[in-house]
């Protein structure tokens, strides 16, 4: 029996397993949002649940190709085909991850498959043909592949080579049911057996090598290139800016990390800067994670566009009742209002509502100092509405807007699950007046004016971010992989989380 047939379940295994280590790449972007490395003992663990026990049990019933050859027997050449192959019984293999400089080494070890199909054999020199069943089961000793990633430049896509393969096949046995099969057998077992395992030694290699560099696109779907990051329709880009890196007992992975909202994938209008040189993780740790302020720039720009936070008006009916009077120009002793801010204003419009159209641009960016911090440019133009209804410019003002958060690390619970990733919480709103154009009421001190948007953004904007950030923002790992004892870092530009890493 051919190879092909024989090793396809092994091979699919080897496969899946790769695709733990590369994705497709569609571009190439000058610098990574994430950098994710995992020890040799995490990256076992990652594929032992996610790879290794998917495979030997939903392969167990592969359907492989008919097969037609002929082999040589005391009687003569007998020629004979197998049809409806089926792969019945799979072991699952002891194996081994190696990762040194450069490459991957697999070792497959103690795994065997047994084969089930019709038979039809004819010796056409004694004119005798017959049928029946067969079961063939192979032992494989040993599989060593070593693995390289490559990038092929026409495509940007990466490839898998395989740069070393060698196999030891084990025991070959098989038994023969129907017609004579008994007679046939005392003359055709040894040496069929023979030519299995010859053929079996000689050519798993050169299949390993040519289903590894020319079948990698077969499980690509099974892995998603953008994974959810929360529950308001933001995903994250899991492309790879670079081949994953072999080290000494780690691999590394260099991803995009674009946050967008999927139904409306703006481009983010900014480019991930270089991570220091310097910042190579620990390999004691099992898993880390490194994310960019890139990342949490990109997060924060398509939350504001999904929330309408870019551009949105402000009118009394908007504001809560402690602040519904804010925006009055007349107002009571007991009351505050914008009126007592500037009197100019009530002067020149009294018992006027006004109404605030903001615009927020360039969008949010967020800055870790290592303190947490988001920046955003607002243009804000201030009209009054008069009793007549009629509406008039007061003023346009610019005023920058930071905002302070503590940022913590939410596991989710035991057993992990959809809601472990990073959580944000916005502690303050600081408001600061640069600029006041085509004023009415004459000048207005801009540090007037800033503690009055400081009232007003402590009232009406922090409500909204902390209901936008609420849900957090999930770390794009496989559900099923939990997290054990992970701790937050906040580092210049950047923040760390490593962690231990468990199958469910």
């Not at 379940?9 to 972007?29: E, G, H, I, N, R």
């Not at 939903?58 to 089926?86: C, H, M, R, W």
């Not at 030694?201 to 560099?213: L, N, P, Y």
């Amino acid at each position: 029996m051919s190879l092909g047939s024989e090793v396809t379940c092994l091979l699919k295994a080897l496969l899946a397993f790769s695709f733990c280590v590369t994705c497709v790449y569609s571009q190439s972007y000058a610098s990574p949002g994430l950098k994710i490395r995992m020890t040799e003992q995490a990256f076992k663990t990652c594929i032992d649940k996610m790879v290794m026990d998917r495979v030997f049990v939903t392969e167990n019933q592969i359907q492989l190709p008919d097969e037609t050859d002929s082999a040589k027997t005391p009687l003569g050449t007998v020629f004979y085909n197998i049809t409806d192959i089926q792969v019945t019984g799979f072991v699952k293999p002891v194996y081994n991850v190696a990762i040194t400089a450069g490459r991957l080494d697999l070792t497959l070890l103690n795994t065997s498959f047994t084969i089930h199909g019709n038979w039809n054999y004819d010796y056409r020199q004694l004119n005798f043909s017959d049928s029946g069943s067969v079961n063939i089961s192979v032992a494989v000793y040993s599989l060593n592949v070593s693995i390289v990633a490559a990038l092929d430049p026409p495509t940007a896509r990466p490839s898998l080579k395989v740069d070393h393969c060698s196999n030891i096949i084990g025991k070959v046995t098989l038994a023969l049911n129907g017609g004579a099969s008994w007679f046939h057998y005392l003359f055709l077992a040894g040496t069929f057996l023979e030519s299995v395992g010859r053929k079996a030694q000689a050519k798993i290699c050169g299949f390993a090598k040519s289903f590894f560099e020319t079948e990698t696109s077969v499980l690509a779907a099974l892995y998603p290139l953008q994974r959810d990051v929360g529950d308001d329709g933001l995903v994250i880009d899991l492309r790879p800016v670079d081949v994953p890196k072999f080290g000494d007992g780690y691999v590394e992975f260099l991803l995009n990390g674009t946050v967008f909202d999927k139904d409306d994938p703006q481009k983010f209008p900014m480019q991930a800067g270089p991570f220091p040189e310097d910042d190579e993780p620990s390999n004691q740790d099992p898993v880390s994670i490194l994310v960019s302020e890139y990342v949490l720039s990109s997060y924060a720009y398509a939350i504001f566009g999904r929330r309408s936070l870019q551009q949105h008006s402000i009118t009394r009916s908007s504001l809560p009742a402690p602040m519904d009077s804010f925006l009055n120009t007349t107002c009571s002793d007991e009351t505050f209002c914008m009126g007592k801010v500037s009197p100019q204003i009530s002067a020149q419009f009294p018992n006027a509502d006004l109404e605030l159209t903001v615009i927020i641009h360039p969008p949010p960016v967020i800055v870790i100092l290592p303190g947490f911090q988001m920046a955003a440019t607002a243009s804000v133009g201030v009209r009054a509405r008069l009793p007549d209804t009629s509406l008039v410019t007061v003023f346009d003002v610019r005023l920058n807007v930071t905002s302070s958060a503590s940022v913590s690390f939410d596991n989710g619970g035991e057993g992990g699950g959809k809601r472990r990733g990073l959580r944000v919480d916005v502690t303050r709103l600081l408001t600061d007046v640069t600029l006041v154009a085509n004023s009415t009421v004459g000048e207005i001190p801009t540090k007037v004016l800033s503690e009055a948007f400081d009232s007003l953004t402590e009232q009406y904007l922090m409500p909204k971010l902390k209901a936008a950030t609420k849900n957090g923002f999930q770390v794009p790992l496989p559900e099923s992989i939990e997290l054990k004892n992970p701790a937050l870092s906040v580092l210049k530009n950047r923040l760390l989380i490593t962690t231990d890493i468990e199958a469910l």
